[in-house]
């Protein structure tokens, strides 16, 4: 009976993970201004994405690119913070911070 809830357990702290995962991903695409954007159009850029090799000109130009992105997010949310705004939650999800 304990084996049982414990995998039951595991499996829904799995689902939960993966739940976590997806939204942060989906988070990614609506920061790219993609939120709009065709499903099919979105799975090519993907599946395009996944033949730059780690390393490469072309990963580190995409990788510099995000983190540049990202940067502008803290700092637009620090200069609400600043002006009294309430601050978005939005770029320390979506950036694995």
Known sequence: MALER???QT???DRKK???EKITLGG???K???RQADRAF???VLLEAATVRVGSPEH???K???GMAFQRDRMKDAEAADAGSPVSDDSEKANGD
Do not use: F, I, W
Request: glycine share 12%; no cysteine; charged share 35%.
């Open 6 to 8: 414990k995998r039951r």
């Open 42 to 44: 979105l799975l090519g």
């Open 11 to 13: 499996m829904t702290e």
């Open 60 to 62: 580190h130009r995409l």
């Open 32 to 34: 790219a201004g993609l």
């Open 18 to 20: 993966d739940a976590r």
């Open 64 to 66: 510099a690119k995000g």
């Open 28 to 30: 990614l695409v609506v």
